[in-house]
């Protein structure tokens, strides 16, 4: 597993209070892990946070996957 | 009349966080005060509060026990405290799995005196320090003060009122008493009444220390601080937690066989008009609240054997307890009245309704908590039990609460043991 994968992994298990065996690559934040809009938006403040990129509101609409946030921040961080 | 009953209670207090838990230690004379561990408060002028102990602790609270990880980290603890004491209190009432039917007409009335005031701090630190776009989604609903009765109406699918009550710290007795109402006026049969507060916070400290209401002279023997009717005490040490309690329409507990603490039937309110932070002088507010009360149960002092007073440890102590005497009469004599702010300190919006629960205990257990540190009573204290340092067994047929708050706000609820 990446570093990025893992600390990816880690915010969200944090952030949504799910077991961590539940966050794998294709799980969908709303319809898998529990999220609601909100709580995106609180996702994607921490990565931003972490990783140090920034996520622009339409960029950040698309991310709807552990991979659509592990692929982004990857494709983006500096 | 359609009367009101409880058959439920919940508590999450300095000294437990849970009913029995706490009711024990308060009559075991015990303090919850201590050095202030929230935060770093040495460039404060107040150290210590009576705060809600650690999951680890022998009477400590669990906010996992109730409350999902992912709310407990959007919402300020008020919240966590309230939806916790309002869960015990369901849970105390059976009524946890309520059929849908029943839970049309069930409701909440949770209030707070002050809200999310920790999460208010810390965010606006946010704010200033990286920008409005790092301030968290969740910080409005996870501050406002009617978010308990929200929170709550969603755990357990109550569909009847949503209310929340903010009158400062007679925000607990408010929300009984309002709630209580709903049920006579048949807006529902079921309400879960009470007030939460925790602002243990570096900006609540320091704002009640600004406005002399805090105990600052005790900051090396904290569990001595809160001492009411004292002639040392010298403002009040700010506790937190919240009390729920089920009131219940009594047909409707009783057709379903629930058990029943006692009845709410007396209810006063009134307005000091007189000062933002001080009592008036004589106690009229307070006064006029007590007769309303005791007007509304149809009862006169003679029927009431505890009062649990507000009694902040303040210099306000003694005008209540003037206007208690003034009340009473000669009856006084026979009335126990004590201020269990001693133990616990000040929980602000949650002090009503934690205080109105000990009274329905005393009621059950035939016996009155103590007044702590009460060492040289103040001039004006003669001729009342105000049940010093040790708790004390008598017949408790009837109860009054007092609680009264910035503003000038009062109330009074009077609670009695249940008669056919």
Excluded at chain 2, 265 to 280: F, I, K, Q, R
Aim: net charge negative; aromatic share 6%; charged share 25%.
């Amino acid at each position: 597993m990446s570093t990025i994968e893992a600390q990816v992994k880690k915010i969200v298990v944090e952030h949504l209070g799910v077991e961590e065996d539940k966050v794998v690559a294709d799980a969908s934040f709303i319809d898998d892990l529990g999220a609601d809009s909100l709580d995106i938006v609180e996702l994607v403040m921490a990565f931003e946070e972490e990783f140090g990129v920034e996520i622009p509101d339409d960029a950040a609409e698309k991310i709807a996957t552990v991979n659509d946030a592990i692929a982004f921040i990857e494709a983006n961080k500096g | 009349m359609r009367r009101v009953v409880v058959t439920g209670l919940g508590l999450v207090t300095p000294l437990g966080a849970d009913v029995e838990t706490a009711w024990a230690n308060i009559l075991a004379g015990k303090s919850g005060a201590g050095k202030i561990t929230k935060f770093d408060a040495s460039a404060q002028k107040c150290h210590i509060a009576c705060e809600v102990k650690p999951a680890d602790h022998e009477y400590g609270f669990d906010a996992g026990k109730r409350v999902d990880h992912k709310i407990q980290r959007q919402v300020d603890p008020f919240i966590v405290f309230g939806i916790d004491a309002a869960g015990q209190a369901l849970e105390d009432a059976g009524l946890v799995d309520a059929p849908e039917e029943m839970r049309l007409r069930m409701g909440c009335s949770i209030g707070s005196g002050i809200g999310g005031l920790p999460g208010i701090e810390s965010e606006s630190l946010v704010l200033a320090n990286k920008g409005p776009g790092r301030v968290s989604p969740h910080f409005v609903h996870g501050r406002l003060i009617n978010l308990i009765s929200g929170q709550v109406s969603i755990k357990y699918g109550l569909m009847g009122p949503n209310h929340a009550v903010v009158t400062a710290c007679s925000t607990g007795a408010h929300s009984i008493g309002d709630a209580a109402r709903m049920i006579r006026d048949d807006d529902a049969d079921i309400m879960l009444a009470g007030g939460a507060e925790s602002t243990v916070c570096p900006i609540g400290i320091a704002g009640f220390a600004q406005a002399k209401a805090l105990n600052c002279s005790f900051n090396d023997r904290p569990e001595q601080a809160s001492r009411p009717y004292d002639k040392d005490r010298d403002g009040f040490v700010m506790g937190e937690g919240a009390g729920v309690v089920v009131l219940e329409e009594y047909e409707h507990a009783k057709a379903r066989g629930a058990k029943i603490y006692a009845e709410v039937v007396g209810y006063g309110l009134s307005g000091d008009a007189y000062h933002v932070t001080a009592p008036h002088p004589e106690g009229f507010g307070a006064f006029r609240s007590m007769e309303m009360a005791l007007k509304k149960a149809g009862m006169t002092p003679a029927d009431i054997d505890y009062v649990n007073a507000h009694g902040t440890s303040t210099m306000a102590d003694t005008i209540e307890l003037a206007s208690v005497k003034r009340l009473f009469g000669d009856d006084i004599a026979n009335v126990s009245m004590s201020s269990t702010k001693s133990a616990i300190g000040h929980l602000l919006g949650g002090a009503g309704a934690v205080e109105t629960i000990f009274c329905i205990l005393a009621i059950r257990d035939q016996i009155v908590p103590p007044t702590l540190n009460l060492d040289n009573p103040d001039e004006g204290t003669e001729g009342v039990d105000l049940v010093p340092h040790v708790a004390k067994k008598r017949r408790v047929r009837a109860a009054l609460n007092n609680s009264f708050g910035f503003g000038g706000t009062n109330a009074s609820v009077v609670v009695k043991a249940l008669e056919d």
